[in-house]
């Protein structure tokens, strides 16, 4: 199948190859260790993008599970690795439709590398593959650039990387920490833009490095205590880093065919477009946060879900663990659904609004459910608005329901 059909050898070939290898080791790693985000289960509820998946039966999930793992293992082998990243992709966003929640970062990083490599020749492969890296790096930076991050995430990620190499985070002045924040910013900024130039490249491949050590150090057993799926996609990084940039453009040289197939040229651009030129529709709330690579950004807002603390018994007996003791005076609790998400299922939750209000809604067929949206007024300010919702019987109001046009409908939840 010439769609399909495999490149004459060459350095460029063997580079191609081991980063297909290194993407599906990473991805059966990142795959085993969130095994049930991936197959039916009813711990957490389950969130299809399009109201017509939610009557996909269970079984299903089963199906495109094994499909996946299929996928990866035909992509260590060169004579199945374009097969295998297809079924891969096409396995996975299969899967996410059924269930938004797994379209992890690190998910939708390999369904566009795959893509990338099963249509493109190898030395297109590795400059594509070298831009969807880059624009990863740009437009992660670039979600950064706002108040919120440098007192709420930042500031969390660099407590991590103290608490880890043995220096207690309060002890730092508030503006030393600021400073330390914007830093490291710009050092992912900086990253991108020197991988972007053949001069300042190997700079580039050095500062990667080292800002995916600085990551695991931080988010790792002993600073944050991150789950293993947010440290295997930093070691991806690692591995594939060195492998795609340093190596010289003239060193990857290799025949080419004069003419690519259409199918492929629309497959390779498609997924490079969706990973480079998409996410600068994410301000506007046309594209997710999560594929606009803004991880550890408060870009899509603030979304928390309460429940009256009389009424936290009548929760479904998966979510009851995980609501916090109120405040004084309260009476309302927090749903806490990360911890429930990382406990559950071994990963982080979906960050989008949507995502959690349909969480919202399927609880609230037990107990009203009070969501509370904010969202910043300005990026350089502290300024916010919060507007607030209580859900019951399953219903979200017309007035919420007009802001999303995806699905805010779940799969029913209960007991394992």
Same mark, same amino acid.
């Given at each position: 199948?010439?769609?399909?059909?495999?490149?004459?050898?060459?350095?460029?070939?063997?580079?191609?190859?081991?980063?297909?290898?290194?993407?599906?080791?990473?991805?059966?790693?990142?795959?085993?260790?969130?095994?049930?985000?991936?197959?039916?289960?009813?711990?957490?509820?389950?969130?299809?993008?399009?109201?017509?998946?939610?009557?996909?039966?269970?079984?299903?999930?089963?199906?495109?599970?094994?499909?996946?793992?299929?996928?990866?293992?035909?992509?260590?082998?060169?004579?199945?690795?374009?097969?295998?990243?297809?079924?891969?992709?096409?396995?996975?966003?299969?899967?996410?439709?059924?269930?938004?929640?797994?379209?992890?970062?690190?998910?939708?990083?390999? *369904? &566009?590398? @795959? +893509? /990338?490599? $099963?249509?493109?020749?190898?030395?297109? !492969?590795?400059?594509?593959?070298?831009?969807?890296?880059?624009?990863?790096?740009?437009?992660?930076?670039?979600?950064?650039?706002?108040?919120?991050?440098?007192?709420?995430?930042?500031?969390? *990620? &660099?407590? @991590? +990387? /103290?608490? $880890?190499?043995?220096?207690?985070?309060? !002890?730092?002045?508030?503006?030393?920490?600021?400073?330390?924040?914007?830093?490291?910013?710009?050092?992912?900024?900086?990253?991108?833009?020197?991988?972007?130039?053949?001069?300042?490249?190997?700079?580039?491949?050095?500062?990667?490095?080292?800002?995916?050590?600085?990551?695991?150090?931080?988010?790792?057993?002993?600073?944050?205590?991150?789950?293993?799926?947010?440290?295997?996609?930093?070691?991806?990084?690692?591995?594939?880093?060195?492998?795609?940039?340093?190596?010289?453009?003239?060193?990857?040289?290799?025949?080419?065919?004069?003419?690519?197939?259409?199918?492929?040229?629309?497959?390779?651009?498609?997924?490079?477009?969706?990973?480079?030129?998409?996410?600068?529709?994410?301000?506007?709330?046309?594209?997710?946060?999560?594929?606009?690579?803004?991880?550890?950004?408060?870009?899509?807002?603030?979304?928390?879900?309460?429940?009256?603390?009389?009424?936290?018994?009548?929760?479904?007996?998966?979510?009851?663990?995980?609501?916090?003791?109120?405040?004084?005076?309260?009476?309302?609790?927090?749903?806490?659904?990360?911890?429930?998400?990382?406990?559950?299922?071994?990963?982080?939750?979906?960050?989008?609004?949507?995502?959690?209000?349909?969480?919202?809604?399927?609880?609230?067929?037990?107990?009203?459910?009070?969501?509370?949206?904010?969202?910043?007024?300005?990026?350089?300010?502290?300024?916010?608005?919060?507007?607030?919702?209580?859900?019951?019987?399953?219903?979200?109001?017309?007035?919420?329901?007009?802001?999303?046009?995806?699905?805010?409908?779940?799969?029913?939840?209960?007991?394992?």
């Amino acid at each position: 199948m010439k769609f399909l059909s495999n490149q004459p050898a060459g350095t460029a070939d063997r580079s191609l190859a081991h980063l297909s290898q290194v993407y599906a080791i990473g991805g059966l790693l990142l795959i085993g260790t969130t095994w049930r985000l991936w197959l039916p289960q009813m711990a957490f509820p389950q969130v299809p993008l399009f109201g017509w998946a939610c009557a996909i039966p269970r079984s299903a999930d089963v199906v495109l599970a094994g499909a996946i793992v299929l996928g990866l293992i035909g992509a260590l082998f060169r004579r199945t690795r374009g097969c295998g990243w297809i079924a891969f992709a096409i396995a996975s966003m299969s899967s996410m439709a059924v269930d938004q929640h797994r379209l992890q970062v690190w998910a939708w990083h390999l *369904v &566009l590398a @795959g +893509l /990338l490599i $099963a249509s493109s020749p190898a030395l297109s !492969a590795l400059r594509r593959l070298r831009w969807l890296t880059i624009g990863l790096y740009a437009w992660s930076a670039a979600s950064k650039c706002d108040l919120t991050f440098l007192h709420g995430p930042g500031r969390m *990620v &660099l407590q @991590g +990387l /103290l608490t $880890a190499i043995g220096i207690d985070p309060h !002890a730092v002045q508030e503006d030393i920490g600021t400073w330390a924040v914007i830093v490291m910013v710009a050092w992912e900024g900086l990253t991108s833009l020197f991988l972007a130039f053949p001069r300042t490249r190997r700079l580039g491949l050095l500062q990667s490095l080292v800002l995916h050590v600085g990551l695991l150090v931080a988010l790792g057993p002993w600073g944050l205590n991150h789950g293993w799926s947010v440290l295997l996609w930093n070691v991806l990084f690692l591995f594939q880093n060195p492998l795609l940039f340093g190596t010289k453009e003239t060193e990857t040289a290799t025949s080419e065919p004069p003419r690519a197939n259409w199918l492929r040229t629309v497959v390779a651009y498609g997924a490079l477009g969706a990973g480079v030129l998409l996410p600068a529709l994410q301000p506007w709330g046309l594209w997710d946060v999560w594929p606009s690579w803004a991880v550890y950004s408060t870009r899509g807002g603030w979304c928390t879900l309460l429940v009256r603390t009389e009424e936290v018994s009548q929760l479904p007996s998966a979510a009851q663990p995980y609501v916090r003791p109120p405040q004084p005076l309260a009476d309302w609790s927090v749903i806490d659904v990360d911890a429930w998400s990382r406990e559950a299922l071994s990963c982080p939750v979906y960050p989008q609004s949507r995502f959690r209000i349909a969480i919202a809604a399927a609880l609230s067929q037990s107990v009203p459910v009070r969501v509370e949206l904010r969202r910043s007024l300005d990026h350089w300010t502290d300024d916010v608005v919060l507007t607030s919702w209580i859900l019951e019987g399953g219903q979200i109001p017309a007035e919420l329901k007009r802001r999303y046009w995806l699905n805010l409908r779940a799969r029913p939840i209960g007991d394992e």
